[in-house]
């Protein structure tokens, strides 16, 4: 598998391409590619352009969950796609109306729009994406100290309610040294998320992790976290997007750390 980041928070050292608040991953597994989330804005499609990604290839976009610095690059995605079948992946409330303080932080589009000019795959329960790697849908909230703590609201059946994030979903590719999960943000958090990767494919070897751990400050939650890490002996830990400096640097005290940025490419 080769995981390119297109969209990140931050940039590689001597790689010149720009860097947003959002996520964007390109991913191959044998002849197979897609796009895992598209970021905030158009810059996916520059950055792709620079990295000779070539976006007219790509018919699947898989989406962690609905907010907008992982989904509002959509209507420039869908700008380049509209005369080609293009498949969405993605948990049922991903496309759901959120907001946060009044602000909305929702995917730019209606379920409706969507499903005009795409063909969507909306499920709570774990779907193939390619031949070794599986779309996690909902994730089992299992873990104690993860507890879950609403973000905003969301509008279900013409109502707004707490928003939980049941749509935050990662990916799992699944390899013969073991498996390795790709996340968006972790709302579901970062050990809930392994727990079910493991379930899902039945394979405990946990050797890798890239995505947002959502985690801000280092509290008994991270120090949890990072036990949680060593138990498990993950070897490469690249957290990034909404991982602070402070927590990145309290998990490198314990384990090595990987560095994220745009440019940064990795193959498992």
């Known amino acids: 598998m080769r995981l390119k980041v297109i969209v990140d928070n931050n940039t590689i050292i ?15 597994d044998g002849e197979e590619a897609f ?11 520059k950055n792709a352009t620079a990295m000779n990604i070539d976006l007219n290839k ?14 509002r690059g959509l209507k420039s995605l869908l700008d380049i796609k509209r005369k080609q079948p293009f498949h969405i992946i993605a948990h049922p409330d991903a496309l759901n ?6 602000l909305k932080i929702s995917i730019p589009f209606t379920r409706t729009e969507l499903a005009e000019s795409c063909q969507l795959k909306l499920t709570r329960t774990p779907v193939k994406v390619t031949e070794n790697i599986t779309f996690l849908g909902e994730i ?10 609403p973000i905003g609201k969301q509008q279900v059946d013409d109502e ?8 935050d979903s990662a990916l799992v590719y699944q390899g013969e040294a073991g498996i390795f999960i790709i996340t968006g943000c972790s709302h579901s958090g970062i050990c809930n998320i392994i727990e079910y990767a493991k379930a899902v494919t039945g394979d405990h070897r946990v050797r890798g992790v890239i995505g947002g751990f959502h985690l801000f400050e280092v509290n ?3 120090v949890q976290t990072i036990d949680y890490f060593k138990n498990h002996q993950i070897e490469q830990i690249y957290p990034c997007h909404c991982t602070t ?19 940064l490419e990795l193959y498992w």
């Open 14 to 28: 001597d790689e010149y391409y720009w860097g947003e608040p959002g996520v964007c991953y390109y991913i191959e």
């Open 220 to 222: 008994g939650r991270v």
């Open 245 to 263: 400096f402070a927590v990145k640097a309290a998990i490198h005290s314990h384990i090595p750390v990987g560095e994220v940025g745009v440019g």
């Open 160 to 167: 707004l309610t707490d928003d939980y994030l049941l749509d």
């Open 58 to 71: 790509i018919n699947t976009l898989v989406l962690s969950h609905g907010h907008d610095d992982h989904t």
């Open 35 to 45: 796009l895992f989330d598209v970021g905030y804005s158009d810059l996916f499609i």
């Open 140 to 149: 089992p909230r299992v873990i104690d100290f993860e507890k879950a703590e």
């Open 97 to 102: 109306y959120k907001e946060y303080n009044g």
